[in-house]
């Protein structure tokens, strides 16, 4: 992004592995940002193939306290047209073969997954895009698939039937874990198509998808631009409080090796 000062890229090992890629570091207006490529620079990840983990872990690890996720949708609303803006409030898992917690191997939590989305990133990306003169959805159900395939038509109908809104394939697990994590999500999606439930439409295409995509490049850009440097210091919301009374098993009984595989995450809460 144009203005971003002070760039380096640091590639780290985190207990899940290497992130997607090297992670950029720099400030953009005196705010200290980071950016991580989740399909590797050139697209080499598929969704399902994405290591959510150890990219979550280690946007963590630099003291990331705040996740906007810039990503492509498809819309399952006659009212969400392609270029379209949507942040969604809500979520519907349709993944199967995704690592969607830190926890396991001896240590168990349980967070709450009512309230998906930060609040605070919500409303203050809905200004942002607005102030940019985006048309802009300020709520909306995402449906998560699988992927790497587009739906039939029977599943788009069904997402419809369900009062979904949008559909794609990166929001989860990264939602999950980015709350296990402590940290604010939220999501700047671009609307690229109309799945395949609209009759009128010739069905999605990569090249459909990565057109729209590039024609919204710049629009993001500027809401980045005027979001990030607004972001309060301070968090009001509780999403850094999140794993607080939720770790289930015993101190005395997780296995050293879980404690610090996870002790960026746990250790405040295990005296």
């Given at each position: 992004m144009d203005g971003l000062q002070s760039a380096e890229?640091?590639?780290p090992d985190t207990p899940f592995g290497k992130p997607s890629d090297a992670i950029v570091t720099g400030t953009l207006d005196g705010v200290g940002v980071s950016f991580?490529?989740?399909h590797g620079k050139g697209h080499r990840f598929s969704p399902s193939e994405i290591p959510a983990r150890a990219n979550i872990y280690a946007l963590k690890a630099l003291g990331v306290q705040r996740i906007i996720s810039?990503?492509?949708?498809?819309?399952?609303?006659?009212d969400i047209r392609p270029l379209d803006m949507v942040i969604p409030d809500q979520i519907i898992d349709r993944t199967?073969?995704?690592?969607?917690?830190?926890?396991g191997?001896?240590?168990v939590a349980h967070?709450?997954?009512a309230e998906p989305f930060c609040p605070y990133m919500t409303e203050i990306l809905h200004s942002g895009a607005e102030k940019m003169g985006a048309r802009v959805h300020s709520q909306g159900t995402y449906v998560v698939m699988e992927g790497p395939q587009f739906s039939t038509k029977a599943e788009s109908h069904l997402y419809r039937s369900w009062g979904a809104d949008v559909i794609g394939m990166t929001a989860l697990p990264e939602a999950k874990l980015a709350r296990e994590a402590e940290i604010c999500y939220s999501i700047l999606a671009c609307s690229t198509d109309y799945?395949?439930?609209?009759e009128s439409e010739v069905p999605v295409t990569v090249e459909m998808v990565v057109g729209n995509l590039n024609k919204n490049i710049a629009l993001s850009k500027a809401i980045l631009g005027d979001v990030i440097p607004?972001?309060?210091e301070q968090r009001s919301c509780s999403c850094g409080s999140s794993l607080e009374n939720t770790i289930i098993t015993a101190g005395e009984v997780i296995p050293p090796e879980a404690r610090k595989r996870l002790a960026l995450l746990v250790d405040k809460y295990l005296l």
């Open positions: 890229e640091i590639f991580l490529p989740r810039v990503s492509a949708v498809g819309s399952l609303r006659e199967r073969s995704r690592a969607s917690t830190f926890f191997d001896g240590i967070v709450g997954f799945d395949c439930w609209q607004r972001l309060s």
